[in-house]
């Protein structure tokens, strides 16, 4: 409950930012942070909203100042650093991660994904997965949730980038019902795997 506030008031202020219409449940957070340990570290969070994949992040025993949480929004940006003070917090566009040169080449172990991709065009898929994928070690995954029936990152992007990607698991308890994808160094398309 007590992220329904300020979820509300980011969405108010401007809904096409927020692309969601509740916050990420706790079984949701569980389910995409499932294959993450506290030896999976330093961690990049793209779109963090109000830190539900924060907390379980936390939950699963990584430390604070292992995190890098990337947040476009000013209102979500100010809670987040009020919650997480030592974690790395950027407030900028996550598809141009890139451009920014903010970690070492294979410095990052995985990346956990809140963006609302289906609502993001081709380009800026690309600038999001490119730029992760470029921090991320070669054995590093990149783990996206979505609403959507399929993978959200479309397979001719994946087939460019020489990624696959494996649906891990589907929640019911989450509003609406979300699937959770592992996206990796690979050339195939989605698998369709059931958890």
């Known amino acids: 409950m007590s992220d329904l506030l300020?979820?509300?008031?980011?969405?108010?202020t401007d809904p096409r930012k927020v692309s969601a219409i509740s916050?990420?449940?706790?079984?949701?957070?569980?389910?995409?942070?499932s294959e993450v340990t506290e030896t999976?570290?330093?961690?990049?969070e793209l779109g963090p909203g109000t830190?539900?994949?924060?907390?379980?992040?936390?939950?699963?025993?990584?430390?604070?100042?292992?995190?890098?949480?990337?947040?476009?929004?000013?209102?979500f940006s100010s809670l987040l650093a009020d919650r997480y003070p030592k974690a790395r917090i950027?407030?900028?566009?996550?598809?141009?991660?890139?451009?920014?040169n903010l970690f070492g080449r294979g410095e990052l172990s995985s990346a956990i994904s809140g963006l609302p991709l289906l609502s993001m065009s081709p380009?800026?898929?690309?600038?999001?997965?490119?730029?992760t994928f470029g921090y991320l070690?070669?054995?590093?995954?990149?783990?996206?949730?979505?609403?959507?029936?399929?993978?959200?990152?479309?397979?001719a992007i994946l087939a460019r980038l020489d990624l696959r990607a494996t649906r891990i698991g589907t929640t019911v308890r989450n509003m609406p019902p979300s699937s959770v994808y592992k996206i990796e160094?690979?050339?195939?398309?989605?698998?369709?795997?059931?958890?």
Do not use: H, K
């Open 6 to 12: 300020p979820f509300f008031r980011a969405w108010v």
């Open 23 to 33: 916050p990420s449940s706790p079984a949701l957070a569980r389910l995409i942070t």
């Open 40 to 44: 999976s570290s330093p961690v990049l």
């Open 51 to 75: 830190g539900v994949f924060t907390r379980a992040l936390l939950d699963r025993g990584l430390r604070e100042d292992d995190l890098t949480l990337i947040e476009a929004g000013p209102y």
């Open 90 to 100: 950027l407030q900028m566009d996550a598809a141009r991660l890139g451009r920014e």
């Open 123 to 131: 380009r800026q898929i690309m600038g999001i997965l490119g730029g």
């Open 137 to 155: 070690r070669e054995e590093g995954a990149f783990y996206q949730f979505t609403y959507g029936p399929r993978c959200p990152v479309p397979s």
């Open 185 to 195: 160094r690979q050339n195939r398309g989605c698998d369709r795997q059931t958890a």
